[in-house]
């Protein structure tokens, strides 16, 4: 049965279930870090260790869904199974998160913290490794891949900022009881709720919407009889192509970068900047319009001068336009804070940063599914969800890291607990900036260094696909 090319609305449905995961990954870091320590009173670096202890566990779950995943038995072949497993368990966890039982101990809440952030984790690989794996399934051509990451990108990008933005604009806002509105506690447990049922129906609408392409996806290998020492021979082979372990290196960087980069941003929103929540909500939805452009952009530039050229010069002029506004806030060059200025140029820098960021993520994960047929040609097996779920393990693990340094960072520089923004020494915010910038340039240049090691080009995926062709 011949493969139908995916057509508009397959992508849409396709994309459509990161909203999901872009929700988890939003709260997780714009709101779990400030709501946990500020809100409830838990120490930063309890935080922190929580944060990286669930994103651990869990990524170590994630080679599994992945082995899983590949060799699945069921009607309903490899994938769609779990993405429909994993719908309530998803939306159950994620609004217990944020409604803790009252009067626990720090002890106590430490580890109903860490524990639901576990089952969580745990829950969204079961959707996002398997779905994440039908991109080579769904398509082998090289610039179609790209479109179809574009729109997973979008919605997960999306989705999860137009929740970020309901939760201040609808459940953050200021009350007589609490003037800080990302200090009330009863608005985050109403958040927890709403996004809970989002992320349900994201997952089952997405689904459901590419259940008909079942038939003509890649069949699993024949079953065989479970054996641990095969099972860790084959995962070793896989995971040992030459163009993972590039890209394998990237993102152990970029992800430490921006687990960092995502802790600390309403950090710096509300202290640094010293926004109110309906800026912090205004300047989010320039993120909306970064994601479109970056839908567009990211197949663009990658047709043009290939994946990885595009990856490295896009990654570049994002490190270049990200930390800018900060660097020239300490040299005295940015608008002072509540000045009429402020939000304006806040706004274009956030606007082209973060539109170069999503470009270059959604190529480089274009990157990874042309490894599936180059791995392929030397094991003879198709491992899309080993592949997938490896970059989701170093991800998450090195993320952790990097939200776990994020509050060393807080503690190392004095930061208080229980600030309210204008009431924090200045030296204290300056030493925010001044620590901060230069970690973030130099993970993500090495980042840059692994990416250009990356040796599958247009003509070898093609070659690729040509011998494998041969051999069938």
């Known amino acids: ?113 860490v524990g639901l952030s576990i089952l969580i984790r745990g829950f969204i690989s079961l959707y996002e490794v398997p779905s994440s794996s039908l991109v080579p399934e769904l398509t082998t051509h090289y610039d179609e891949r790209t479109s179809l990451l574009g729109f997973r990108f979008f919605f997960g990008w999306c989705g ?31 958040y927890g709720l709403a996004a809970a049922v989002v992320m349900a129906c994201a997952i089952l609408i997405s689904a459901i919407g590419t259940h008909s392409y079942i038939p003509h996806l890649r069949k699993p290998p024949p079953k065989q ?82 994946k990885k050229a595009a990856a490295v010069w896009i990654a570049l002029a994002a490190i270049v336009l990200g930390p800018a506004p900060v660097v020239l806030r300490l040299l005295g060059w940015f608008p002072e804070n509540h000045s009429a200025g402020l939000m304006p140029a806040l706004l274009v820098t956030n606007l082209f940063a973060l539109t170069l960021t999503i470009a270059s993520s959604i190529v480089s994960s274009s990157m990874i599914a042309d490894i599936v047929e180059d791995s392929e040609l030397t094991t003879g097996r198709r491992s899309e969800g080993t592949f997938f779920a490896a970059m989701s393990f170093v991800q998450k693990t090195v993320g952790g890291f990097g939200i776990f340094t994020s509050t060393v960072l807080l503690g190392v520089i004095g930061f208080p607990q229980g600030a309210k923004p204008g009431e924090v020494s200045p030296d204290v915010v300056r030493s925010l900036g001044v620590v901060y910038t230069p970690m973030i340039v ?31």
């Open 160 to 190: 999860g900022l137009a929740m970020a933005i309901v939760a201040f604009q609808v459940f953050l806002q200021p009350t007589a009881d609490h003037p800080v509105g990302v200090l009330n506690a009863d608005g985050y447990r109403q």
């Open 442 to 472: 130099a993970l993500y240049l090495v980042s840059i260094a692994f990416l250009a090691l990356y040796p599958i080009s247009r003509a070898k995926h093609e070659e690729n696909l040509r011998r494998l062709a041969e051999s069938a």
């Open 1 to 113: 049965m011949s493969r139908p090319a995916p057509t508009l609305s397959t992508k849409l449905f396709y994309g459509f279930g990161s909203v999901a995961f872009g929700v988890k990954d939003q709260g997780f870091a714009f709101l779990l870090l400030l709501y946990y320590n500020q809100v409830l009173g838990m120490p930063e670096k309890w935080v922190g260790l929580g944060i990286m202890i669930a994103l651990i566990a869990d990524a170590f779950l994630d080679p599994i869904v992945g082995y899983v995943s590949d060799n699945l038995h069921t009607r309903w072949g490899r994938r769609h199974p779990l993405m429909y497993l994993s719908a309530i368990p998803v939306a159950v966890s994620y609004r217990f998160l944020w409604s803790p039982p009252e009067g626990l101990s720090h002890g106590e809440l430490f580890a109903y913290f």
């Open 225 to 306: 009889p479970f054996d641990l020492r095969r099972t860790f021979r084959e995962l070793g082979e896989t995971l040992a192509n030459r163009s993972f372990l590039s890209l394998f290196g990237a993102m152990i960087f970029s992800s430490m970068a921006g687990g960092l980069m995502a802790a600390l941003n309403i950090y710096f929103n509300t202290f640094f900047w010293e926004l109110t929540s309906d800026q912090m909500s205004v300047l989010l939805l320039t993120s909306f319009v970064s994601a479109t452009i970056a839908l567009a952009l990211a197949p663009r530039v990658s047709a043009a001068i290939g």
